[in-house]
């Protein structure tokens, strides 16, 4: 289980785990990208993924996938500027893995990043975003 | 403005629902997932709130010819304990809403229209039906609805303690054989703990299932005994979310999607709706006549492979190249739970309008082959 205080986020309601612990299987200087439970709810039930291919160069602030529900679209925005390492092609497949355990097997890309960007939120701040 | 809340609210957020505004109301939108909410209801039932819906009540000697009058269906020809489904067109011949209309009485009748619309199909009923001999109460205020369908509501009504049938001595017996006897589009005028409430054989999902209008006080207990009762054969509280898939599969049109006052009934393939046969003049009579431009968009239901979902808003295509025409728009569109794969309704260009035609939807950049299909994409097994 993801202890939540170890995660960083995004006020688009992305999560960034930041490679600390070679125990988690990240590459060094990467980072591992999700969407939080609280956008997972709001979306309702995910049905359709679409996610960056490896190597894909993204950028802090930039959509580079989509996250479909049955009632709406939703955008994954990148946290961080780098480059795609790894899908989870899980998820592709069994998109309702964001619902059930978006903190974990619902995890989305990881990014190898020379640089973690400064202005990533801390589990109070964001939800003092969410107002949860 | 003010939102507005459900007689079950409280109910509503004890069980941890999602809210959503609808039209100046807080409606629960789905309590755990869309998705099981959905099947619930194709396999074993759904629990609905549906409180926001406007009922308009009007009532006098000459309520039968007023509504002739004033709605595109012939209401006069409905017997006691009859539902009709019929469209509020404006003069133009556009619709201005799509309602339900129990006949309730030999001179009264229940108009039940969208939440949206439910102040002004009141107006537009005062205004209409002035002339005639009867008078228009919007009773939205003082009436819950409530929702059971799916394959076990028969079920689950019949066994829930406490129904009677009005002025029978609340005999549970006679409740029972009333609703199992009942068809489809009739109500009964029964009673839930002793207070009165209509049982109506209707609803918006494709499946079996009854709508029950009730006072806004008796509607807690009468959803908490429901619920009690449905539970062990698969009855959840379903959500608006739900509720709008389960209706596209059953190829049912929602006002502000498949139907808006630019859209003439027979483009939404409801021309039969309008009774032209009826011998009196009819708000909107003249224009339904002339008929909508032989050019007008025609509603179709599309279907394409994968799980891309082309959504309300969407445009449709008539080739994947650049040089390809615009031929049409999607007004709802879902991947369906049911089928797995997406569908949508869209209104397109008569000439592309042929069952078997292959059209394009524009899924935010991409062109994705979608085969018009006939109406409805689900149809219960009877």
């Not at chain 2, 201005?96 to 009923?125: F, P, S």
């Not at chain 2, 299932?209 to 006072?215: I, K, P, R, T």
Request: net charge negative; hydrophobic share 40%; with cysteine.
């Amino acid at each position: 289980m993801t202890d939540l205080n170890d995660l960083k986020y995004t006020s688009d309601h992305e999560w960034v785990l930041i490679d600390e612990d070679p125990a988690e299987g990240v590459d060094a200087g990467g980072v591992v990208v999700g969407i939080t439970a609280y956008a997972a709810d709001k979306l309702g039930d995910v049905v359709f993924l679409e996610l960056p291919e490896v190597g894909t160069a993204v950028a802090a602030g930039e959509v580079v996938g989509e996250i479909e529900s049955t009632k709406s679209v939703g955008e994954l925005i990148s946290p961080v500027d780098g480059t795609v390492t790894e899908v989870n092609e899980r998820a592709v497949s069994e998109p309702e893995l964001l619902n059930s355990d978006p903190f974990g097997d619902g995890w989305l890309i990881k990014v190898t990043v020379a640089e973690i960007p400064g202005d990533l939120l801390s589990l109070e701040q964001y939800r003092e975003v969410t107002g949860e | 403005m003010t939102e507005r809340l459900s007689p079950l609210d409280a109910i509503h957020r004890a069980a941890g629902a999602t809210f959503t505004d609808f039209a100046g109301w807080q409606m629960p939108v789905r309590y755990s997932s869309d998705l099981a909410e959905h099947r619930a209801v194709r396999t074993a039932a759904g629990l609905f709130d549906l409180s926001h819906m406007g009922e308009i009540v009007v009532v006098g000697p000459e309520a039968d010819r007023a509504l002739d009058y004033a709605l595109a269906g012939k209401l006069s020809a409905s017997v006691e304990g009859q539902a009709k489904y019929t469209l509020l067109l404006a003069r133009h011949g556009g619709v201005i809403d799509d309602l339900v209309v129990y006949r309730t009485g030999a001179d009264r009748y229940l108009v039940v229209a969208n939440a949206a619309n439910a102040e002004h199909v009141a107006d537009e009923l005062r205004a209409r039906t002035a002339p005639f001999d009867c008078e228009v109460f919007d009773e939205s205020d003082d009436m819950a609805l409530i929702a059971v369908q799916g394959p076990k509501a028969l079920e689950i009504l019949t066994n829930t303690p406490g129904f009677g049938i009005q002025g029978d001595g609340n005999d549970h017996d006679d409740f029972v054989h009333a609703v199992t006897g009942m068809k489809y589009y009739r109500a009964v005028a029964a009673e839930y703990a002793e207070q009165p409430v209509l049982v109506a054989r209707t609803g918006y999902t494709g499946e079996d299932g009854f709508e029950l209008y009730v006072s806004p006080d008796q509607a807690p207990a009468l959803w908490e005994a429901l619920a009690e009762t449905g539970e062990p054969h698969g009855l959840v509280p379903a959500g608006l979310a739900s509720r709008d898939t389960l209706r596209l599969e059953a190829g049912m049109p929602l006002y502000g999607h498949e139907l808006t006052r630019d859209t003439f009934p027979a483009q939404a393939g409801l021309g039969r709706v309008v009774a032209l046969g009826k011998e009196v003049d009819f708000v909107g009579r003249a224009a339904s006549e002339e008929g909508p431009a032989a050019d007008a968009p025609v509603l179709v239901g599309l279907a394409s492979e994968g799980r891309r979902a082309g959504r309300a808003g969407y445009a449709l295509f008539d080739g994947d190249g650049a040089d390809a025409s615009e031929v049409g728009v999607i007004t709802s569109g879902a991947l369906s739970p049911t089928l797995g794969h997406p569908i949508a309704m869209a209104y397109v260009a008569p000439r592309h309008a042929a069952t078997g035609t292959t059209l394009y939807v524009d899924v935010r950049g991409t062109r994705i082959a979608a085969s018009v299909v006939d109406l409805p994409f689900y149809r219960r097994e009877k």
